[in-house]
């Protein structure tokens, strides 16, 4: 091999070599591994996550209604409304986060795999609105069954994120006509909210509608 061929055997060596290197994953120019945004694990990613974790996947941009279920989930259709007000009990609140989540119609919090944080965990029927000036929201989904157990009643899990950032659970949304909506169950909540009991009428076309007012009087909405 004359030193013409060798010369450029080398350089086609160093070439290789050099593109090698770029393909590398995980290194920089320092040798160092870079992170990658897989290993960083979501702190809401957990069942027993704080309350504000209800709140960090929502959409950026959100109205006073909450659609939850479409018309391809099974169950019933179920509208809830109503008001949320300051603690005076008058004077509505505008600007709060609402935040919902509930079983399927079998009792389950079943998934649709593409679940974030503490969704998770509460399954694919959730959603989040946004008090309007008028303090009013809106919930659109089915009716939750009971958990597989039957020994609590059907229920709508939910939270709130005032504009000052107080965040806390409140009582669950539960129906006037279940039976396990009794005075058992009542003596234990704590009253944040309300009771949260609905009653509920079917219109003409069969979907469960219900009316609650939610008055946020807590020690920390007093504050």
């Keep these: 091999m004359d030193a013409a061929a060798k010369r450029t055997l080398a350089i086609g060596l160093a070439l290789c070599a050099a593109l090698a290197a770029c393909r590398t994953?995980?290194?920089?120019?320092?040798?160092?591994?870079?992170?990658?945004?897989?290993?960083?694990?979501?702190?809401?990613?957990?069942?027993?996550?704080?309350?504000?974790?209800?709140?960090?996947?929502?959409?950026?941009?959100?109205?006073?209604?909450?659609?939850?279920?479409?018309?391809?989930?099974?169950?019933?259709?179920?509208?809830?409304?109503?008001?949320?007000?300051?603690?005076?009990?008058?004077?509505?609140?505008?600007?709060?986060?609402?935040?919902?989540?509930?079983?399927?119609?079998?009792?389950?919090?079943?998934?649709?795999?593409?679940?974030?944080?503490?969704?998770?965990?509460?399954?694919?029927?959730?959603?989040?609105?946004?008090t309007n000036a008028q303090g009013q929201y809106e919930i659109r989904t089915i009716r939750p069954a009971r958990y597989p157990a039957n020994t609590i009643p059907a229920h709508i899990h939910s939270a709130v994120q005032e504009p000052n950032g107080r965040t806390y659970y409140i009582n669950d949304f539960v129906f006037a006509d279940d039976d396990l909506v009794n005075e058992q169950y009542l003596a234990k909540l704590d009253g944040v909210g309300g009771t949260g009991v609905m009653t509920l009428r079917n219109d003409a076309n069969g979907v469960a509608t219900g009316v609650r007012d939610i008055v946020l009087d807590t020690p920390s909405a007093r504050q």
């Design 25 to 130: 994953p995980g290194t920089s120019g320092a040798g160092a591994q870079e992170a990658r945004p897989s290993d960083v694990k979501d702190p809401c990613d957990d069942r027993d996550a704080g309350v504000e974790c209800c709140f960090a996947h929502m959409p950026a941009a959100l109205g006073h209604v909450m659609a939850i279920a479409d018309s391809s989930e099974p169950g019933q259709r179920l509208v809830l409304s109503g008001v949320i007000y300051r603690a005076d009990g008058k004077e509505p609140y505008p600007g709060v986060l609402l935040y919902a989540y509930h079983t399927d119609h079998t009792g389950h919090y079943s998934r649709r795999g593409d679940e974030k944080g503490f969704q998770r965990w509460h399954g694919h029927l959730h959603g989040w609105c946004r």
